[in-house]
């Protein structure tokens, strides 16, 4: 078992910046990865970084913007979000595993309790 505790969330105006943080219990994964759920919307990946060699994996909507880190001595991951939109509101959410595909939902074994995101025009 795995416990995520997430952080950094907030509001913030659009061209702000916030940092996520995610601090896992353990260390018995391979994937540190972010995905996020707009109201009505499925859970969409957003990016997602290797615990060893530091790999990492993007959306398309977010390069540029956006950027993954991890630090294992603390067994934690940020996610640095730039230059944000009022798209970029959803609800965030780390996950850990080991998944054959770094952008599914269903390949991450321990999910965080969310954090919410609003970006206001």
């Known amino acids: 078992q795995v416990q995520l505790v997430e952080s950094g969330g907030g509001l913030v105006q659009a061209g702000g910046s916030l940092r996520l943080s995610c601090a896992a219990s353990?260390?018995?994964?391979?994937?540190y990865g972010w995905f996020r759920q707009a109201p009505g919307k499925e859970r969409d990946f957003v990016s997602a970084?290797?615990?060893?060699?530091?790999?990492?994996n993007y959306a398309d909507s977010v390069k540029g913007r956006f950027t993954i880190s991890r630090d294992n001595a603390k067994n934690t991951v940020y996610l640095q979000m730039n230059s944000l939109k009022p798209e970029d509101t959803a609800v965030y959410y780390c996950?850990?595993?080991?998944?054959?595909?770094?952008?599914?939902?269903?390949?991450?074994?321990?999910w965080g309790q969310g954090t919410q995101v609003t970006v206001s025009s």
């Open positions: 996950a850990v595993g080991n998944p054959g595909s770094w952008y599914s939902v269903a390949a991450y074994d321990y």
């Open positions: 970084i290797s615990r060893i060699g530091g790999n990492t």
């Open positions: 353990r260390r018995t994964f391979s994937v």
